[in-house]
């Protein structure tokens, strides 16, 4: 075996190797230095992050692994960012948490590490970091939560929070009830139990290579999670022993395959800017139109809210993502590898559809050409992106007229006008909640619905925003609209009353106003004023050097890889 890079900390009797070890022997026998793998356990485990807050338990299979395998485990917390706590949104912090942790890895006597992700923006903030420090890395997703149940009715955290509000504003459910069910909702320890975010990217990161095959979709209460937490962990001892790194797993068809995955899963839309990002950390070459080449056209054979009615405990129990890639098979690169060295259909054989009212068979979809649709126009002239599967079908084809909010302060103050000039054709539009205008680009693009219109039965419309939405959120909503409004997009030019032309089977979205009218108007005071200006700290730096929601929103400076090599001692 090759000479373990943690081994340029330890080897030696100088002062400096003294002092390395020296330091760790609070419990570590002096053979623990003798040129085996040390692992890192990247663990966003946190009691402000609930949905990861299981992770020590987690990590103590996962180091029983490593010790069992002859590697040495190593317990490194990271930041951990907690989707429901954190203010304004926890993707501003997306880009700090991989490059934290990519110089944690970098700078410690680490030969590779065990990414524990969960909560939307962990799973993708550590793989953009190991994409980076490019030491073998291995994901164990946490698992989603146990289905929760109100007045006898399965509950799914997010979706039937956006549902239950709206029926409370809309009058058809008393606000007594709405918060009772709010201790029925979250069950167990776990991530969200719908096909929002979290769900999304932890099935995601098994379809890119980056997991054991088949852990992922594992109820975060299932002794099964801690049974494939310590076979990851002999699974990365192994892997240093091999130097399967990311550089050497991951390709254009790991990224594609991904894709195929999501449009069949009817994934979240914050799964484009994920996968761009940790694209961009490698080196390759992907781009939104790849979502809508890839994916467009593949039928949506997942029945799981928010585009369908099940849940995740459902969908494990029906089989999980391998039965639903087995059904997709043709359509994945054959090549791809995974963390085992092996390509991934390779572990498709034995798959099976055990309940096809969850799953469904290739030939019965439960919905046709489902997949995320990427739009252009004067509009958006860098691109939007719209999920079908979430939106409603008469939807998809739709004029109508602006109602322009310039801030998520002005909807809030607004939507509820009963004198609101707004109907049911309406559009919707919401800018200045770009990377650069919120800070961080927000869920907040599925805007509540204006009251009056809910009282009317009202319960979908179209709406347009430079943000995002929450991947449990439903509706025709069109999101990540590039250039955002802060950068100079054409989103800042929009006027109440203007008409806006949505066309999703023709990839369209356009401002019905001559070009000419265009090139005359200038943003609304207002708008502006409404764009973050941060003085100092992350928040300055962030809207500085953030890029666009087409490229991934990393840093402009965060792009491609660094490696694993420290060149000075510290002593």
């Given at each position: 075996m090759a000479e373990q890079r943690s081994s340029q900390w330890y080897r030696g009797t100088d002062r400096n190797a003294?002092?390395?070890?020296?330091?760790?022997?609070?419990g570590l026998p002096a053979h623990a230095f003798d040129g085996r793998p040390h692992i890192a356990i990247a663990n966003t485990a946190s009691d402000l992050?609930?949905?990861?807050?299981?992770?020590?338990?987690?990590?103590?299979?996962?180091?029983?692994?490593?010790?069992?395998?002859?590697?040495?485990?190593?317990?490194?917390?990271?930041?951990?960012?907690?989707?429901?706590?954190?203010?304004?949104?926890?993707?501003?912090?997306?880009?700090?948490?991989?490059?934290a942790t990519e110089e944690m890895l970098r700078a410690n006597p680490l030969d590779g590490v065990v990414l524990l992700g969960g909560c939307d923006k962990t799973i993708p903030a550590l793989l953009m970091a190991a994409a980076s420090v490019d030491l073998p890395a291995v994901v164990i997703p946490g698992g989603p939560m146990l289905t929760g149940t109100f007045r006898g009715a399965a509950l799914g955290c997010g979706t039937d929070v956006w549902r239950l509000s709206e029926e409370v504003r809309g009058g058809t459910l008393s606000e007594e009830q709405f918060l009772k069910s709010e201790s029925s909702m979250i069950r167990s320890r776990g991530h969200c139990n719908t096909m929002g975010t979290a769900s999304t990217m932890?099935?995601?990161a098994e379809a890119l290579g980056t997991t054991m095959p088949g852990i992922a979709g594992t109820p975060a209460a299932d002794s099964r999670l801690l049974e494939a937490s310590h076979n990851t962990g002999r699974l990365a001892v192994e892997m240093v022993a091999e130097q399967r790194r990311p550089s050497?797993?991951?390709?254009?068809?790991?990224?594609?395959?991904?894709?195929?995955?999501?449009?069949?899963?009817?994934?979240?839309?914050?799964?484009?800017?994920?996968?761009?990002?940790?694209?961009?950390?490698?080196?390759?070459?992907?781009?939104?139109?790849?979502?809508?080449?890839?994916?467009?056209?593949?039928?949506?054979?997942?029945?799981?809210?928010?585009?369908?009615?099940?849940?995740?405990?459902d969908f494990h129990r029906a089989g999980g993502l391998l039965a639903v890639l087995a059904e997709v098979r043709d359509l994945l690169d054959p090549t791809a590898l995974t963390v085992t060295g092996k390509p991934l259909v390779d572990y498709l054989g034995e798959a099976e559809i055990w309940d096809q009212e969850v799953i469904r068979v290739r030939a019965n979809p439960l919905q046709a050409n489902a997949g995320i649709a990427v739009l252009y126009g004067n509009?958006?002239?860098d691109g939007a992106v719209i999920k079908p599967a979430?939106?409603?079908?008469?939807?998809?084809?739709?004029?109508?007229?602006a109602l322009v909010f310039d801030s998520i302060e002005d909807l809030h103050t607004r939507i509820d006008d009963p004198e609101l000039d707004v109907d049911a054709d309406s559009v919707l539009v919401l800018r200045g909640c770009g990377p650069k205008g919120y800070p961080g680009m927000p869920e907040v693009a599925n805007m509540p619905l204006p009251t009056k219109l809910l009282q009317q039965g009202v319960r979908d419309m179209v709406r347009i925003c430079d943000g995002r939405m929450s991947g449990t959120a439903y509706g025709t909503v069109v999101l990540h609209v590039s250039p955002e409004a802060a950068a100079g997009g054409p989103l800042a030019l929009v006027r109440t009353g203007d008409f806006i032309v949505l066309d999703v089977e023709a990839r369209k979205l356009e401002l019905d106003v001559p070009a000419e009218e265009l090139a005359q108007r200038t943003?609304?005071?207002?708008?502006?004023?409404?764009?973050?200006?941060p003085k100092r700290g992350?928040?300055?730096?962030?809207?500085?050097?953030?890029?666009?929601?087409n490229t991934g929103a990393d840093l402009d400076f965060l792009n491609g890889s660094s490696g694993d090599q420290v060149s000075r001692e510290s002593h």
């Open positions: 003294y002092i390395h070890r020296a330091w760790m022997r609070r992050t609930p949905c990861n807050a299981h992770f020590n338990e987690v990590a103590e299979s996962v180091k029983q692994g490593v010790y069992e395998a002859g590697g040495i485990p190593l317990n490194l917390p990271v930041v951990s960012l907690g989707e429901t706590q954190v203010r304004p949104t926890a993707m501003l912090w997306r880009n700090m948490a991989a490059m932890a099935l995601v050497t797993l991951l390709t254009r068809g790991s990224f594609l395959n991904a894709i195929v995955a999501l449009a069949a899963l009817g994934g979240s839309t914050n799964a484009v800017v994920h996968l761009l990002a940790i694209a961009g950390r490698l080196g390759i070459e992907l781009t939104q139109d790849d979502f809508d080449r890839t994916g467009a056209d593949v039928g949506l054979l997942v029945d799981l809210q928010p585009a369908g009615r099940f849940l995740m405990e509009l958006a002239p979430a939106a409603s079908p008469e939807l998809l084809r739709h004029r109508g007229r943003p609304d005071a207002a708008t502006v004023a409404a764009y973050a200006n992350w928040e300055k730096l962030y809207v500085q050097t953030v890029q666009q929601a």
